[in-house]
């Protein structure tokens, strides 16, 4: 059973956790107990009390020290949260070659740099606190639902989830647990943004609240506490697993309202 306190005497690094998702995971850590470090390109919004660190995942060495020094000021690692990523619109005819190996980069590698540098961290902490020692990824709805306008940022998505599968079988004996978590729409940043392009943002927002059989997007926190839970000890026998936190998006079928 887990309590307030459960992440006591356990580090975390949180990648992109300056803002959105990650920040509310960066807080929710703190929150049990954990120390915590921020990995993200700009630092200006990570948590009071976390260790600010600016890197970029698309730069290998950049990531690498960022992990080595986040490691070594906090006392090791336990528990990694792999959440930078962008968001990209269209067909596949709509992105050229550049974006599609810039979004690539960004939300499959960069999740591959992290993890790179973090195993060997992550190996040593797992000889100490079995079944505590971690890998959580965020995926997306989009790995395994087709959505319209999608197709550059679902790929990259799918990738994620096909990773997170092959990651839990190479390193489930070694003690390290790998999970990622599925939002749908989430109320990010991100799709702030998005909203602020559309011709009609109130329209195209009811549009996205409809679409999720919830009825409404989901919030940075509900994903943050999904990724905790998949990140914590009382976690201790999940790995290979993705969890949805969309509303009911991907499994409902729901006739339509009766009005």
Same mark, same amino acid.
């Given at each position: 059973?887990? @309590?307030?306190?459960?992440?006591?005497?356990?580090?975390?690094?949180?990648?992109?956790?300056?803002?959105?998702?990650?920040?509310?995971?960066?807080?929710?850590?703190?929150? &049990?107990? !954990?120390?915590? !470090?921020?990995?993200?390109?700009?630092?200006?919004?990570?948590?009071?009390?976390?260790?600010?660190?600016?890197?970029?995942?698309?730069?290998? /060495?950049?990531? &690498?020290?960022?992990?080595?020094?986040?490691?070594? *000021?906090?006392?090791?690692? %336990?528990?990694?949260?792999?959440?930078? @990523?962008?968001?990209?619109?269209?067909?596949? *005819?709509?992105?050229?070659?550049?974006?599609?190996?810039?979004?690539?980069?960004?939300?499959?590698?960069?999740?591959?740099?992290?993890?790179?540098?973090? $195993?060997? %961290?992550?190996?040593?902490?797992?000889?100490?606190?079995?079944?505590?020692?971690?890998?959580?990824?965020?995926?997306? +709805?989009?790995?395994?639902?087709?959505?319209?306008?999608?197709?550059?940022?679902?790929?990259?998505?799918?990738?994620? $989830?096909?990773?997170?599968?092959?990651?839990?079988?190479? %390193?489930?004996? *070694?003690? +390290?647990?790998? =999970?990622?978590?599925?939002?749908?729409? !989430?109320?990010?940043?991100? +799709?702030?943004?998005?909203?602020?392009?559309?011709?009609?943002?109130? #329209? *195209?927002?009811?549009?996205?609240?409809?679409?999720?059989? $919830?009825?409404?997007?989901?919030? /940075?926190?509900?994903? /943050?506490?999904?990724?905790?839970?998949? !990140?914590?000890?009382?976690?201790?026998?999940?790995? @290979?697993? #993705?969890?949805?936190?969309?509303?009911?998006?991907?499994?409902? &079928?729901?006739?339509?309202?009766? =009005?």
């Amino acid at each position: 059973m887990t @309590g307030t306190s459960d992440f006591e005497g356990m580090n975390a690094l949180v990648t992109g956790g300056a803002s959105g998702i990650g920040a509310a995971v960066a807080t929710m850590l703190l929150a &049990r107990g !954990a120390r915590v !470090a921020v990995l993200d390109r700009e630092t200006a919004g990570a948590p009071d009390g976390t260790l600010a660190l600016k890197a970029d995942v698309t730069d290998d /060495a950049a990531v &690498r020290e960022a992990v080595d020094l986040a490691a070594g *000021e906090l006392g090791g690692l %336990h528990s990694v949260v792999s959440n930078a @990523g962008i968001g990209s619109i269209g067909t596949v *005819e709509d992105n050229t070659d550049d974006e599609w190996t810039r979004v690539l980069d960004i939300n499959v590698l960069g999740m591959v740099r992290t993890a790179r540098h973090a $195993l060997p %961290h992550l190996r040593r902490a797992a000889a100490d606190r079995p079944g505590a020692v971690s890998i959580t990824q965020t995926c997306s +709805i989009a790995a395994t639902a087709g959505l319209p306008q999608r197709a550059l940022y679902s790929a990259s998505k799918g990738a994620v $989830l096909s990773l997170t599968l092959a990651m839990a079988a190479d %390193h489930v004996r *070694e003690g +390290i647990r790998v =999970n990622c978590v599925n939002p749908g729409t !989430a109320d990010t940043p991100w +799709i702030g943004r998005l909203l602020g392009q559309a011709d009609d943002p109130v #329209a *195209e927002r009811a549009a996205l609240d409809a679409r999720q059989p $919830l009825g409404r997007l989901v919030s /940075a926190d509900e994903v /943050a506490a999904a990724i905790v839970y998949l !990140a914590g000890p009382a976690a201790a026998s999940i790995t @290979g697993t #993705a969890l949805a936190v969309d509303g009911g998006m991907q499994g409902l &079928r729901l006739r339509p309202a009766q =009005n």
